[in-house]
Each structure stands twice: as structure tokens, then as C-alpha cells.
């Protein structure tokens, strides 16, 4: 969940079995109302069994096909944060295209941590481990900070978004990102639990951005992922259980409810996810006052075979038509915008100015 510890000066900060949405409703970011908004983010990372987790797997030939789908983005006006990952950061074939992009203005960087390939390599290898906040605190820490010290080195650019790699916050995730000099964090997956793998639990969390700490310098961008259909209504957070629980799954009941169209958990995402769930799935959002969208996949994606979505040469062209038909769709019939993090978080940051002028004029009155 997320808590407040005295030891951490206040600092609200992630557990591993998080499960209840913010606790302070003040936290929720205040953005200024107007057209929807598109942020796109790429997973940029190595290729790998994601069943097992290895530090010798540091392949990142997918990164010369992001070029695919870079052009689709600048076609549309997008600018694409890549989130890296130590792999795709310390090795030329990795971060040279991304530098390209970045130095002509067409992406931005964050940082992705998978804590298997990261150094300092001290835990065991195993599952539990991949989800960073599993780690001891100082780890953790030492794997962000070397994360960050890579980026910078290799891109020319200090990242101010985090993502740890398999959603996998933990107690002490948001102190180390906030001593780091992290801005924003998008690991929360609203509605979905990796409990079962010694991951955390996000089955009460909603879509909308909230401040992780009381002095509002950390903003939480969670992945647009939510429950839709006809028992969704308004709040639909008492049927994660139905979606998300191990005895659900066995039984098949997720896809059950889904085909009668009762209730569906859709991320936005054209990994696992058809064209026609991702637009119902922004309408239905639309209609409950969501503004801030967040699209979001794996680099491994446009290498066939790099990652479980694709895995022919066809695979990828219909991959990338999903893509192009999304931002059509977004960008054009419900009229939506592209941003990037930096001005989502320069407006959320807006918001609180104007908050707190407005509350010193009432003061004041």
C-alpha cells in the first residue's frame, strides 16, 4: 500500500503488497481541463525469455527497429519518452539510436530499472528479485542510482521518469527516487496484481496522476489500465477480484466476463489488446473525466521473436497498424493532443501554484 513512515520524513513510499489507493485525497494532481492528452513511453530495454531472468541476456538488436514506429510518432506530432534499462544504456548499439533521436528532439529518456542486468549484481537471480522493490533499500538504491549515472553518461541527459522494470515498486522506491532527483514514477498498473510472484498489488489503484509525497515533487503517472463493460459503472474497483484473483484466472472467469462484455480489464497497450478494446476502453475513461492518457509498450516488440506479441515479420506490421489507427483515433476523431512527462509535470506543478495563490487570496480576504 501506500504509507507514510515517520522515518521517512513524511515521505508516502510504496510495500510490496500495495493495495489501497492513496491515502491523503489531496494528493490527486490538479491539470487544467481541456482536450485529452497522449503520453507515449517505450519499455527500451534487452530481449529475453520473460520467464526467466538471466544477467547474461543483454541483446538490444531491437533497438535499430524502433525506427518503425518513430517515424508513425513523428507523423503524428507524438514525442516518445524511451524508458532504458542498464542493457540498452551501456552498450553503443543501444543508446546510440535513442541519442540520435534525443539530440535532434524528437524523444525524451527515462529510466527503467531491471535489477538483473543492473550492477551491482549481489542478490540472487531469481523472480522475487526482479521486482526491484523486493531488494534491500540500499540495492535498490545503488541499481537506480547506477541506472541513472549510465543514462547520463551514454545519452547526455539526466532522466527525471522512472519505471521499475515488472511494475515492481517497493517500501522504499519512492524515497530513493525522490533523493535521486526523480520528478515522476509510472509503475502502478490500476487493477492488476503481481502478488503472486512476490510482486505488488495495484488492484485498488485508479488512472489518475497523484503527488507521492507530501512536498509534491514526485507525481505518479499510472499505466491507463482499467475495467470497462457493463458492471464497471463509476467505480469499478469491487470487481478487481473477479479479474485478478489466481482462483479467477484458473477458471477462466476474466475471459468469461469479458466476452459477454460484464466487465474487462483493458491496458492501453497494443500488447494483448485489440484496436477496438483500447478505443472502448478511452471512451469509457472519457466518460468518467479522465484527460491524461498514457500508451505504452516494449522496444522488444518490433524485432520479431524479441518479446511474446510478435513473432513474425506480420506480427509487426499489424502491431505497428494498431499503433497508427491509436493515434488516429486519439489525434484526430475524439480530438485529443500529444505531450510529453516534462509538461504533464510543468502543468500538475501549475496546478499547485495556482492552488496555492488562490488559497493565500481567500487567506487573505
Known amino acids: 500500500m501506500i504509507a507514510v513512515s515517520p522515518r521517512s520524513g513524511g515521505r508516502p513510499s510504496f510495500a510490496a503488497s500495495a493495495s489501497v489507493p492513496p491515502a491523503e485525497p489531496g494528493a490527486w494532481v490538479r491539470l487544467p481541463q481541456g482536450e485529452p492528452l497522449l503520453v507515449v513511453l517505450v519499455d527500451a530495454e534487452e530481449e529475453f525469455d520473460w520467464r526467466h531472468f538471466s544477467s547474461d541476456c543483454v541483446s538490444v538488436r ?11 510518432f513523428e507523423r503524428f506530432g507524438c514525442r516518445p519518452t524511451y524508458l532504458v534499462d542498464f542493457a540498452v544504456a551501456s552498450q553503443p548499439q543501444g543508446y546510440q539510436p535513442l541519442r540520435d533521436y534525443l539530440e535532434s528532439g524528437r524523444c525524451g529518456i527515462g529510466a527503467q530499472l531491471h535489477p538483473w542486468v543492473t550492477p551491482p549484481l549481489t542478490e540472487d537471480i531469481c523472480a522475487r ?24 553518461t551514454n545519452l547526455g541527459c539526466r532522466p527525471i521518469l522512472y519505471r521499475a522494470g515488472r511494475y515492481g515498486t517497493g517500501a522504499h522506491s519512492v524515497t530513493s527516487l525522490i533523493d535521486l532527483g526523480y520528478r515522476m514514477e509510472c509503475s502502478v498498473v490500476p487493477f492488476t496484481s503481481f502478488a503472486a510472484g512476490g510482486g505488488p498489488d495495484y488492484r485498488r489503484f485508479g488512472v489518475a496522476p497523484y503527488w507521492l509525497d507530501r512536498d509534491r515533487t514526485l507525481m505518479e503517472l499510472p499505466l491507463t489500465c482499467a475495467l470497462i463493460g457493463r458492471w464497471a459503472g463509476a467505480d469499478p474497483s469491487p470487481f478487481s477480484t473477479l479479474v485478478c484473483g489466481a482462483l479467477a484466472r484458473y477458471l477462466h472467469v476474466p475471459g468469461l466476463l469479458a466476452r459477454f462484455g460484464l466487465i474487462n480489464r483493458v491496458r492501453l497497450s497494443p500488447e494483448g489488446f485489440s484496436l477496438e478494446e483500447a478505443k472502448a476502453l478511452t471512451l469509457a475513461l472519457l466518460s468518467r473525466g479522465q484527460r491524461l492518457f498514457h500508451l505504452t509498450y516494449h522496444s522488444s516488440s518490433l524485432l520479431p521473436g524479441g518479446s511474446p506479441y510478435v513473432r513474425t515479420e506480420r506480427d509487426r506490421d499489424l502491431f505497428l497498424g494498431w499503433i497508427e489507427a491509436y493515434l488516429d483515433f486519439f489525434l484526430g476523431e475524439i480530438a485529443g493532443r500529444p505531450a510529453t512527462p516534462e509538461e504533464i509535470y510543468a502543468l500538475a506543478r501549475s496546478g499547485e501554484t495556482r492552488d496555492s495563490v488562490s488559497e493565500a487570496g481567500r487567506g487573505g480576504g
Do not use: H, M
Request: aromatic share 8%; glycine share 2%.
Open 62 to 72: 531491437n533497438i535499430a527497429e524502433q525506427y518503425r514506429a518513430q517515424r508513425l
Open 129 to 152: 528479485n526482479s521486482f526491484a522493490g523486493n531488494l534491500p533499500a540500499a540495492v535498490e538504491f545503488q541499481k537506480i542510482a547506477r541506472l541513472t549515472d549510465e543514462i547520463e
